[in-house]
């Protein structure tokens, strides 16, 4: 397939970038920094998805089969760059005429409110006593700014009218890419506390292909 990836030098995005090229997909990474890219056969767009440029992104995804994003904030002075970019990707997509889009967002975003779900449930029906009382209070309370930029993101996504996936991992560790991991189709996986980056993008790159996940939210974890 011929595959765009967004924030490629990122934690997932760079698994996106090697398990893609190792696989034999054509890849456009889009970087803000291209130096940080590790030397793979791949087609480059540099692009701030912090102040993005619909135009440049059109470029990026023109021709693509699929776009897959790893876009997130990494402190909370960057949050907004994933909805903000996000939106900027859905632009450049709808010109380009390119339907497909696997992006990542979290856990817990499942319960945080936005305008398009203002009433979100209090607890996600997968999460268990430990992570609806303790684990998923302290991560929102931390990670607020975070989570309202994800659930900004997904909302933009359901608006779209593009076949997206938004994949929903919990604690992210490191790791190799092993297969291993379980999913749960609109809610948290149970008991999923952690997962691996590599196996989060092992998940975004296998269900590009599969009808049923489009226009899903799968949660995904160890």
Known sequence: MRLTIVAATGGIGGQLLTQAVAAGHQVTAVVRNPARLPDLPVRVVTADLATPDPAVLRTAVDESDAVLSGLG????????????????????????GVRRIVVVSAASVGTVPSPGRPNPPRHNPGDGFFMRHLAAPL???????????????????????????????????????????????????RAGMFVSRANVAHHMLDVLDRPETVHQVIGVAH
Not at 73 to 96: C, D, K, N, P
Not at 155 to 179: E, F, I, K, M, N
């Open 73 to 96: 904030a990494r402190s909370g002075a960057e949050a907004g760059v994933a909805s903000r970019g996000t939106r900027a990707l859905i632009e450049a997509m709808g010109a380009a």
């Open 139 to 189: 991560a929102k309370a931390a990670f607020r700014r975070h989570y309202v930029d994800l659930a900004l993101m997904e909302d933009a996504l359901r608006d779209s009218g593009l076949d997206w996936t938004v994949s929903r991992p919990p604690r992210l560790v490191g790791g190799h890419p092993t297969g291993r991991y379980r999913t749960a189709y609109g809610q948290n996986v």
